[in-house]
Structures are given as structure tokens and as C-alpha cells.
């Protein structure tokens, strides 16, 4: 599969992650590799299969409805790299 | 409806629900409204690696009884999807939410216009995910501060098919799904804290044209606001295509203040979700017995309520409408009426005295202090006549507010408001009052019939409203026709 420039500042972009332009051709190559080596898989046929959708086989692992707070405040902010008072700080976010 | 120009209205809506449930939905953090910033967090919430969700139970089963309210097909087999985005009020950086298999499909409501014109909304579908946390843009800084109480309380996404057509139908429609959430006891149902939110998508086209450019409004934070929000779009896309211009399909935002709606700004120039199944919550099989066990909990819907109460107790629809606004007081009506099988009186009592009682109080009915059953006790005390209407709503109800404990019938006597029905005694006093008045006596016998009214104010006066008004007309009539 080819992969163009779009396609890799899309992903990019999805990521979240800048990608200095001297890095594309390289990128590229790599994206293409691994996705030409994963669609090896392509030549089986799985029409008639159904889905995975969670490695376990278990079905209706549920919890009832027991409220706990497990963490303090203290404990959850501790390790969040910005914080202002109570809250976690992040770096200003519009949407 | 059609907008200015001939256009039609195309109104779907997505009602989003906070689930009342202890817990949220897949960790056992507090799910409340308020309380300080990152107060209900565990490692689940903020996304610490190696955590994993397990799903509450009782969000599925609220999920199911809205679904069968809503005479939704529930869908047996149930996986989990990730929705992906990169926003800090959900650190995981996806919702888990529910793509390809919705708990509910299909299903809608049917909602009476203003114009008695009925019209079923149809539903698209019902699915269960979790709420984001909050954040709060501080104006001027170039940081954002993140409280994650709200990340991962239970939600449910109520989506109806593009079928409504005036934000009248829109705001009906809200309010028969909030009353509908409130009798499930499934969330109280409050816009303003955001426990049920709405968005609406509106566009517009010509009849018999394709759908045009979808606006998506959001922030309405309530059912009113709801139906500005839709007006105001309906007039803005109208003006659009008057000039020949493009509608866009975009997020736009309601501002409650100046009753407009203003393009949010995006980074994202494609929203690209990657939706795929969430591979840490095992599947969910909903069984026969799962579906009936919910059947058995569920309480008599409003609509059937209301409909059982103009079919069975013969109650005016306006009448069924109010006493099933809310479930407790219809609960409070079924409750007096098996003391007493006056329907209507009964009725009469809770939409006048009690309610305006209860919105003088600023309470609910919860908090009303009279038993149904000394209600029923009250108005059997006027339906036999022992103590007159106004009496018993003017000085008796109030009485009885006040010393709920004490009987009906013995306040009224302490009161002195037990009217006496004996004739005799009411005869005496119609004896004296005419007696002080022969001039008004001879001059009802020449024809000024009207005068019973003087006459039966003096007899009243005399009584201290303790007699039977009816009685008392009958028997000042009488006596006035002997003395031709």
C-alpha cells in the first residue's frame, strides 16, 4: 500500500505529533513496509469469521452498583506533570 | 412547518442522560453531581496504564428500561467501541461508547401538539457510554484546568430519526423523555446541571429535495433555550439561502444571552473517530430473563397513566395531564382514591390547594405533610356536607398542615366549622333575619327576587358559616313563598 505525504500529516496530526519534514521520506518507507508486511494477512480468507472483539471468552463481567473512591486527590494529582490548586493543568485546549 | 420561503424543517435530536446510578460506569468512583474538583477519580478514571473498566450492571439495566419504555428492540448481543480523540477532559484519549451495537434500536414516542395533532417521534437508536470530565478554558492564560469528577459517570444517547419538524415538537418531546426518565428513577432529568443535555441538528430544504446541510446546535440548557436555539437557526439558514449563500455543515453554540448561535472554531478539520471494538470489556449477552426481571420493576408509564386516568376514573385530560407531570403526585392521587371514589374532587384538591400549598413551600410532594388518607378524610367532610368548601380549603386544610396527626372530623368540630344540618336550627335563624327585615321581605314578595342573596348573606353571617349553604337557600325560599 502507497502511503503519500497526506496520508502520514493526517496520522500525524491524529497523534498529535509534529513530524519535521526532513523525516517524511523516511516515515514513509517504514509505513509501507510495515503495512505491505501486515497485509500478508489479506490472503486468508476470514469471510466466514466472526470478529474478536476481547481475548478473554468472558461474557457479562459486570460489576454491581458499589460506589468507592479508590484514590485521593492527593494521589491522583501527584503524578500529573502540571497542577493549579485541585485541578490537573494542561496546556490551554480549545476545541 | 414550514420556514419563511417555503422551506422545511428537518429537526433530529440527540438527548444525552447522566444515569442516577452510585457508581460510574466502569469503576466504582462516586457518580455526583458537584462535590470538589477530582474528588471521584480512581486510576480507572485518570487513565493510569494497565487499569482496566468492568462495567456497572445497573447502567446496562437503566439503559434497558428506557429502552423498553420507549418500545425500543433490545439488542441481545452488546459489544463496546472506542471512540478516539485527544482532548484532556478524557485522559485515555478515546470514550468508550457503543458503535455497531447499540443497546436499543428503533422505538419512539408519541407526543400531542398544541393543535391536538398527534405525532410519533421515531427513535434511530439508544446506546450507552461514559461522560467526559470538565474543563475550564481560564480567559487570557494558555493553560486549561481538568476535573475529572464528571469522566466516566454513565450516560445514555437518546438519537431520534430526522422526523421532527417545528422545535414545538422538539420541546415536547424533551419533556415526555424527561418525565419518562423521572417515573424509571433512572436520573433526575435537570438541564441545568447537565444531567440530560440536548443537541439538535437542524437544516432546512425544499419539499421533496434531499436533505439539506446539517447544523449541529449544542449548548441548551434548557427545554426553552432548546426551542430558541432551533428558531434562531431556522432564521439564520433561511437568511443563507435568501442571499444564495452555502449553509455549512458544522458545530455551532447557543449563547443563552444574546439567543443566537456562533460557528465553534475547530482545529480538527476532519473529525476521524477510528471507531474499533473495545477489547477490555467483554461482551454482553442479554437474556429472556434479563429483559423480564426489568419488565417486572417497571411502573405504569405517564402516557398510560395519564390515559387510565380519563378512561377509568373519568378525569378531564387537562386534569390526567397535570397529575402526571410527575410520578409522586400521581402516586399521591392513586393513593387518596383508594380512600375515597371521588375522582374528580379529589383531583380538584391536589391541582388547586395542595399544589399551590406546595409551590408556596418551594417543596414537593414528598414533603407534603397531609397522609393521602386525611386528604380523602377532608373531602369526605364537604361531600357529606358537614363542612362547607370553603371552610375546608380556607381554615380546615390549613389546620390539618399544621397537626397532621389529628382527624379530619375532630378539627372541624374544634375549629367550630361542623355546619349544622339540622333544619330546625337553621329555620330559627331564617325566622329572625326576615323578622328584622319586613320592608325587604314585602319587597321580595312584590318580585325582587334578588334579594335572597341579601338574605341569605344575614342568615350566614348569623350561623358563622357553620350551616349547609344549600340547606339554608332552600329553606329561606320556602319560607319567604309561605308568607304570600
Not at chain 1, 494529582?77 to 490551554?92: E, H, I, W
Request: glycine fraction near 6%; hydrophobic fraction near 35%.
Amino acid at each position: 500500500m502507497k502511503i503519500n505525504r497526506e496520508t502520514l500529516q493526517k496520522l500525524a496530526h491524529l497523534a498529535r505529533i509534529e513530524i519535521d519534514p526532513s523525516e517524511e521520506k523516511g516515515l514513509i518507507k517504514d509505513m509501507e513496509q510495515i503495512i505491505s508486511w501486515v497485509e500478508k494477512l489479506d490472503e486468508l480468507d476470514t469471510g466466514q469469521v466472526k470478529p474478536i472483539t476481547n481475548m478473554s471468552f468472558e461474557v457479562n463481567a459486570m460489576r454491581e452498583d458499589t460506589a468507592q473512591n479508590t484514590l485521593t486527590r492527593t494521589e491522583a494529582l501527584k503524578n500529573a506533570p502540571d497542577r493549579s490548586g485541585d485541578f490537573f493543568k494542561v496546556p490551554k485546549v480549545l476545541d | 412547518m414550514m420556514s419563511r420561503d417555503g422551506y422545511e424543517v428537518v429537526i433530529g435530536l440527540e438527548v444525552h442522560v447522566q444515569l442516577a446510578t452510585e457508581s460510574k460506569i466502569f469503576s466504582s468512583d462516586v457518580n455526583s453531581f458537584g462535590g470538589n474538583p477530582n474528588e471521584n477519580i480512581s486510576a480507572v478514571t485518570i487513565a493510569h496504564p494497565g487499569t482496566l473498566p468492568l462495567i456497572n450492571k445497573k447502567a446496562v439495566d437503566y439503559a434497558i428500561k428506557m429502552g423498553l419504555a420507549l418500545g425500543c428492540t433490545i439488542n441481545r448481543e452488546l459489544i463496546f467501541d472506542r471512540k478516539n480523540y485527544f482532548y484532556p477532559d478524557l485522559p485515555k484519549g478515546y470514550q468508550i461508547t457503543q458503535d455497531t451495537t447499540p443497546i436499543c434500536v428503533g422505538g419512539g414516542l408519541e407526543v400531542v401538539r398544541e393543535d391536538g395533532q398527534k405525532k410519533f417521534i421515531e427513535l434511530t437508536k439508544i446506546h450507552l457510554e461514559e461522560d467526559a470530565g470538565k474543563s475550564m478554558h481560564v480567559e487570557g492564560e494558555d493553560y486549561t484546568l481538568v476535573d475529572l469528577n464528571r469522566a466516566g459517570v454513565p450516560l445514555i444517547e437518546i438519537v431520534t430519526e430526522p422526523v421532527l419538524r417545528t422545535p414545538e415538537e422538539a420541546a415536547l418531546f424533551l419533556a415526555e423523555i424527561r418525565k419518562i426518565i423521572r417515573y424509571l428513577g433512572i436520573s433526575d432529568g435537570n438541564m441545568e446541571e447537565g444531567s440530560m443535555r440536548c443537541d439538535a441538528n437542524v437544516s432546512i430544504r425544499k419539499a421533496g429535495e434531499p436533505l439539506g446541510s446539517k447544523v449541529e446546535v449544542k449548548n441548551m440548557n434548557s427545554i426553552r433555550n432548546v426551542t430558541r436555539a432551533i428558531l434562531f437557526e431556522i432564521e439564520r439558514q433561511t437568511d443563507l439561502k435568501q442571499c444564495g449563500k452555502t449553509i455549512f455543515s458544522e458545530t455551532r453554540t447557543f449563547n443563552p444571552t444574546r439567543g443566537d448561535t456562533t460557528g465553534m472554531r475547530t482545529k480538527e478539520e476532519l473529525n476521524d473517530y477510528r471507531y474499533f471494538p473495545e477489547p477490555d470489556i467483554s461482551p454482553l449477552s442479554i437474556d429472556e430473563e434479563w429483559i423480564r426481571r426489568l419488565q417486572a420493576e417497571m411502573p405504569e408509564l405517564p402516557q398510560q397513566l395519564k390515559a387510565r386516568f380519563e378512561n377509568e376514573y373519568g378525569l378531564p385530560a387537562y386534569d390526567a395531564g397535570v397529575l402526571t407531570e410527575e410520578k409522586e403526585i400521581a402516586d399521591y392521587f392513586l393513593d387518596t382514591i383508594g380512600h375515597t371514589t371521588s375522582y374528580k374532587a379529589v383531583s380538584n384538591w391536589l391541582m388547586g390547594p395542595v399544589k399551590s400549598y406546595l409551590n408556596e413551600k418551594g417543596i414537593s410532594i414528598q414533603a407534603f405533610p397531609l397522609a393521602p388518607a386525611r386528604l380523602a378524610d377532608l373531602l369526605a367532610l364537604v361531600q357529606s356536607g358537614t363542612v362547607s368548601h370553603t371552610a375546608a380549603s380556607q381554615q380546615l386544610f390549613g389546620y390539618l398542615l399544621e397537626h397532621p396527626d389529628e382527624s379530619a372530623e375532630e378539627s372541624a368540630r374544634k375549629l367550630n366549622l361542623v355546619q349544622e344540618g339540622n333544619p330546625d336550627r337553621i329555620l330559627a335563624l331564617v325566622e329572625e333575619v326576615l323578622g328584622q327585615h319586613p320592608d325587604k321581605v314585602k319587597a321580595y314578595l312584590n318580585g325582587k327576587k334578588a334579594l335572597t342573596g341579601m338574605f341569605m348573606g344575614e342568615v350566614m353571617k348569623k350561623a358563622g358559616g357553620t350551616i349547609d349553604p344549600k340547606e339554608t337557600s332552600r329553606l329561606i325560599i320556602e319560607t319567604l313563598e309561605s308568607k304570600r
